[in-house]
């Protein structure tokens, strides 16, 4: 969304780096959407099918995040 990285972390969730638990939380939360390709589908669902008021937002899935969601389990 961003013209720039901000990081190479699979989501946008933002929290302070001093929460670990939340952390843990986060990764244990979409490690097993990623394994059941729930990410993609949730990608697709909000960003290029249409919208509940019928828009179409029309942005695809970036490289970056495609990859990252196949290191954490996901298969194309």
Known sequence: MLPENLS???SGIMFRKSN???SALVQKTFAPLAEARE???LDEKWFLKRLPN????KIPMSEELAHI???MGMRD
């Open 8 to 10: 190479y972390d699979p």
């Open 20 to 22: 670990p638990a939340l």
């Open 39 to 41: 990410l993609r589908w």
């Open 69 to 71: 969601c196949q290191v």
């Open 54 to 57: 019928g828009e179409r937002l």
